[in-house]
């Protein structure tokens, strides 16, 4: 099962993306995992799903891979929405 979803920020002006759910959270774990030696260059972080607030958080089974595209720096003018956009595959 995968869905795309939409890269929400935390706040405004921030770099912060938004994880929580209507029953929990997704924690990053691992390393970040990049290919920068295609002409696409993405990201790749590995998240698990907590259920309940953060101090007293039980983890799942559940596990997403999120994949999103990270703009060309070369690119004078990049569009923003490749990057507001992620892949999300569950496993």
């Known amino acids: 099962m995968f869905f795309f979803s939409p890269r929400v920020y935390k706040y405004n002006n921030s770099a912060r993306i938004e994880r929580t759910t209507a029953l929990g ?35 799942t089974n559940w596990v997403m891979y999120e994949y999103y595209l990270v703009e060309d720096e070369e690119n004078p003018n990049p569009t923003r929405w490749p990057s507001s956009i992620k892949f999300c595959p569950l496993a």
Not at 33 to 52: A, I, N, P
């Open 25 to 59: 959270f997704w924690k990053i774990t691992g390393k970040r995992t990049s290919d920068q030696g295609s002409r696409v260059h993405w990201e790749k972080e590995d998240l698990d799903l907590y259920e309940g607030r953060v101090r007293q958080s039980k983890k």
